[in-house]
T-cell receptor, first 113, second 113 residues
Framework: DVKVTQSSRYLVKRTGEKVFLECVQDMDHENMFWYRQDPGLGLRLIYFSYDVKMKEKGDIPEGYSVSREKKERFSLILESASTNQTSMYLC????????????FGSGTRLTVV | QQPVQSPQAVILREGEDAVINCSSSKALYSVHWYRQKHGEAPVFLMILLKGGEQKGHDKISASFNEKKQQSSLYLTASQLSYSGTYFCGTETPGGTSYGKLTFGQGTILTVHP
């Protein structure tokens, strides 16, 4: 029973393309997050949302945007993909105070060529 | 700023113990611990709230020293299933954190038979 679903496991895109990464959760969580994971750097927060249509920048938002039109769906957009955005992207969700921890999706490995 | 985890990697034999540390330069409201097995999503282990509590989860426990802004994860009598990368995630008080976590760079734990 998958609870946080990311639309693609692997993705290859060309430099300059507009890329959409989709994430859907079925736990009625208020919070949703996008992290990127790179070796030796851990997980770094790109954007998060604590309510529909609400978003806040994380630590590395440059080159990214997000959309949350419905509570269950949080999209990450790369406006013009670049090779330095090649990474593993993880979506997560949680209740508002995250007392039960985050539930992560399986990740999307994006390669920009 | 990301919390700092130590050690970066540790190798054990089954039955041995290990300690993973997480240190922050900022005052903390809570600390989360996650384990990620190779090719899988991170999985929530436990949360510690300010107050210096210690929690347990099977043979895995953790402590949180609010004054030192540090948390430690204790793995006792390690099993092969404990292998993976362990991440701490820290939440700072105030603002619009809404359960927003900043993760450390991870500690790779390998347990051999």
């Amino acid at each position: 029973d998958v609870k946080v679903t990311q639309s693609s496991r692997y993705l290859v895109k060309r430099t300059g393309e507009k890329v959409f990464l989709e994430c859907v959760q079925d736990m009625d969580h208020e919070n949703m997050f996008w992290y990127r994971q790179d070796p030796g750097l851990g997980l770094r927060l790109i954007y998060f949302s604590y309510d529909v249509k609400m978003k806040e920048k994380g630590d590395i938002p440059e080159g990214y945007s997000v959309s949350r039109e419905k509570k269950e769906r949080f999209s990450l957009i790369l406006e013009s993909a670049s090779t330095n955005q090649t990474s593993m992207y993880l979506c997560a969700s949680s209740l508002s105070q995250a007392l039960g921890g985050y539930t992560f999706g399986s990740g999307t490995r994006l390669t920009v060529v | 700023q990301q919390p700092v985890q130590s050690p970066q990697a540790v190798i054990l034999r089954e039955g041995e113990d290990a300690v993973i540390n997480c240190s922050s330069s900022k005052a903390l409201y809570s600390v989360h611990w996650y384990r990620q097995k190779h090719g899988e999503a991170p999985v929530f282990l436990m949360i510690l709230l300010k107050g210096g509590e210690q929690k347990g989860h099977d043979k895995i426990s953790a402590s949180f020293n609010e004054k030192k802004q540090q948390s430690s994860l204790y793995l006792t009598a390690s099993q092969l299933s404990y292998s993976g990368t362990y991440f701490c995630g820290t939440e700072t008080p105030g603002g619009t954190s809404y359960g927003k976590l900043t993760f450390g760079q991870g500690t790779i734990l390998t347990v051999h038979p």
